[in-house]
């Protein structure tokens, strides 16, 4: 195994591991913001994905143009859900998907967070 096979399956391992900590989890209700459990009804759960693009990936949404030098932020009750949500909005025309506390590039993106949008 290579470095970039590794890289991949470090990269796959955390993103299934992301994304089973709340589709897995029984007491979370598909109604976004309501989690049920012993405690009763309580506010869910929220995954934040940073959402990155490449150099022909530019977009543009409410006026607000999308490219390499942007990033968006996605709020949704799970990984998979958010880039669900990314692959409605963006088709393929997007780089990566990552859990926004487990981001540490913003410096390679001068515009910072231009959109923010509910999975």
Request: with cysteine; proline share 5%.
């Amino acid at each position: 195994m290579n470095l970039s096979e590794d890289a991949d399956n470090y990269s796959r391992k955390l993103r299934e591991q992301e994304s089973e900590r709340y589709t897995d989890n029984p007491a979370f209700n598909e109604d976004f913001g309501v989690a049920r459990g012993p405690g009763g009804i309580r506010p869910a759960p929220v995954v934040k994905v940073i959402i990155t693009f490449g150099q022909g990936h530019t977009h543009e949404i409410d006026g607000i143009k999308i490219d390499r030098d942007s990033l968006v932020r996605m709020a949704g009750p799970s990984y998979a859900a958010c880039r669900k949500k990314a692959f409605e909005l963006f088709g393929r025309k997007f780089c990566t998907t990552h859990v926004e506390e487990h981001f540490k590039s913003h410096e390679y993106f001068p515009r910072g967070i231009v959109l923010e949008i509910k999975a």
